[in-house]
Nanobody, 120 residues
Framework: QVQLVESGGGLVQAGGSLRLSCVTS????????MEWHRQALGKSRELVAR???????SYADSVKGRFTISRDDYKNTVYLQMNSLKPEDTAVYYC??????????????WGKGTLVTVSS
């Protein structure tokens, strides 16, 4: 069972920045795809960003140009750099992994999440 542990959440003012980290218990290179999702209070979980083993990245429209996903295979870590934060970015952010690329939407492993709160 692969463990994912997120860190870096916290309270920030609108317009500020945070960097989230997700450390995996196994080689990140074994994962076909790493993702960040978020869930705001009373809303369903949504995909924020994803990065494939080959380096291809994609983002939700709501965060394009503000968030950047990256990975460090040597540190087994995925990052989410979040800039120009808005109150509507407030959510619990989850790291996720798809190991085999068997589906465009499935997730094999989830982290427990880290809370990001953006004050206006």
């Amino acid at each position: 069972q692969v463990q994912l542990v997120e860190s870096g959440g916290g309270l920030v003012q609108a317009g500020g920045s945070l960097r989230l980290s997700c450390v995996t218990s196994e080689s990140i290179y074994n994962m076909y795809r790493m993702e960040w999702h978020r869930q705001a209070l009373g809303k369903s979980r949504e995909l924020v960003a994803r990065i494939k083993r080959v380096g291809t990245k994609s983002y939700a429209d709501s965060v394009k140009g503000r968030f950047t996903i990256s990975r460090d295979d040597y540190k087994n870590t995925v990052y989410l750099q979040m800039n120009s934060l808005k109150p509507e970015d407030t959510a619990v952010y989850y790291c996720a992994a798809n190991e085999y690329g068997d589906s465009s939407d499935s997730v094999d492993y989830w982290g427990k999440g880290t809370l990001v709160t953006v004050s206006s």
